[in-house]
């Protein structure tokens, strides 16, 4: 498989290509590439994905967006499909005013059956959709109907705000597995080890962070994932950070670890974050949520 970036180079031809910003590679995408893969090996063509690096939203608005799978993980998961060729747009400015007939002369020349989801957009203001692509002639356009789970559509909009939300637990039925965030372990203010529970503080850098508060959790040091336990938030009884920081206390591991990426995946909240009016008081709430998790952990497959 190899990564594109669609910048003036026309998509090969006799491909088909799954279309979508694809934030999250959750179930209904998945369903897409499928479907495209399938209509591939039927009709002997090329497989493709065609996705965008940056959220309109955030060359629009000029916004931090923050992502469900930035592009690199979003890469990562492409790749454990059988797909021929991933088709990067770089989104700029100038990119996101185009008209939609200009958006398809631009991106989509050459292609034989593009595959979307019913809402797909495209062009300036979202002007372009199904009905536009279908409209065209030099290629085919096959829609992948709505997906729905316990009444939400299947999307990165419902999976963004049960992770805002902090309802973690619900994420794995609709994305496919449980949410988590990479980062590199940056140093904090060391009072972690001095309360007995040393927490691993990671840089999130574009990944969106769910709800403050504390989470059973698995993270993943060196290939390997253990139990965990972490918070997300201001830290009110011993630091005060303005800024929000997400850190995780690893069970049954003592190694020096600043400076490793490691993964944190959020399988459950456990509470908001508390204001204690003492150290001993904070420590015993996390001595009650290590039990909490490791009760969690009983019934984890
Ligand atoms: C499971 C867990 C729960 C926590 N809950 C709270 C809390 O409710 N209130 C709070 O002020 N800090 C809470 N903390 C954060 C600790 O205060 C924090 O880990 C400590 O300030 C160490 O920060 P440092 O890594 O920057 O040294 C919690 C930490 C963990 C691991
Ligand atoms: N079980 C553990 N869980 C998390 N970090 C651990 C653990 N054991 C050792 N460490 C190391 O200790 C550091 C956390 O200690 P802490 O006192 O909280 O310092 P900091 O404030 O810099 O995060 C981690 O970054 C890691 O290198």
């Known amino acids: 498989m190899e990564v594109i970036t669609l910048n003036g180079i026309k998509i090969k031809s006799n491909t088909v290509a799954a279309i979508g910003f ?4 959750h179930l209904a995408h998945k369903q897409l590439i499928e479907t495209a893969i399938h209509i591939g090996k039927e009709h002997n063509l090329h497989t ?22 930035p592009l690199e993980r979003k890469l990562e998961i492409f790749k454990t499909f059988d797909i021929d060729t991933i088709y990067v747009v770089e989104f700029t400015k100038e990119k996101a005013v185009l008209k939609p007939h200009e958006f398809i002369d631009t991106y989509l020349q050459n292609i034989h059956t593009l595959v979307c989801g019913f809402d797909f957009k495209f062009g300036v203001r979202g ?12 290629f ?8 729905t789970y316990g009444g939400y559509k299947v ?31 940056v140093h904090g203010a060391k009072k972690g080890r001095m309360i007995g529970y040393p927490t691993a503080n990671i840089d999130t850098g574009e990944y969106l962070v769910p709800k403050n508060g504390v989470y059973a959790t698995m993270t993943k040091v060196k290939d390997r994932w253990y139990q965990s336990m972490s918070s997300i938030g201001h830290n009110p009884t011993l630091n005060c950070r303005v800024d929000v920081s997400v850190e995780s206390n690893i069970f049954d591991f003592d190694e020096e670890i600043y400076g490793e990426v490691i993964e944190i995946k959020f399988i459950k909240r456990l509470r908001d974050e508390l204001k204690f009016n003492s150290v001993e008081a904070l420590i015993a709430k996390i001595d009650q949520d290590k039990l909490d998790t490791l009760d969690i952990f009983k019934d984890f497959k």
């Open 22 to 25: 694809f934030d999250g590679v």
């Open 155 to 185: 999307g990165s909009t419902h999976i963004r705000d049960l992770i805002n939300s902090g309802h973690v637990d619900q994420v794995y039925d609709v994305l496919g597995d449980y949410y988590s965030v990479r980062g590199k372990v």
């Open 48 to 69: 493709a994905i065609i996705t965008f690096d940056i959220h309109p939203k955030s060359i629009l608005y000029g916004l931090d967006y923050f992502y469900i799978t």
């Open 127 to 138: 002007s372009g959709n199904v009905k536009t692509l279908q409209e065209h002639d030099d």
């Open 140 to 147: 085919e356009t096959i829609i992948v109907d709505e997906i």
